[in-house]
């Protein structure tokens, strides 16, 4: 129904709104996707987006290590604790 509108309403609206009009029209089958799959980035994204920023405040970690413990504390994964084993001699 909200793409019937669309087409009906999109020749005597604002230019501004026939561009965007367009746009739903052109990506009609992702915008259905989207609001009918339960699937959805939004995690993935925002970790990305969070690795990023603290690449941005960090201005460069002096090691690697650093900057990984840095992002695994940030998105609190919690990596598994492994023990040293000691070797008789």
């Not at 052109?26 to 690795?51: M, R």
């Amino acid at each position: 129904h909200f793409f019937d509108l669309i087409e009906e309403t999109s020749s005597s609206v604002h230019p501004i709104f026939q561009t965007v009009f367009r746009t739903f029209l052109k990506d009609k089958d992702k915008i259905i996707n989207a609001l009918e799959l339960p699937y959805s980035n939004a995690k993935l994204e925002a970790t990305n987006n969070l690795i990023k920023v603290i690449k941005r405040n960090a201005f460069g970690f002096r090691n690697f290590e650093n900057f990984k413990k840095r992002i695994l504390m940030a998105v609190n994964i919690k990596k598994e604790k492994t023990y040293p084993v000691l070797f008789r001699c």
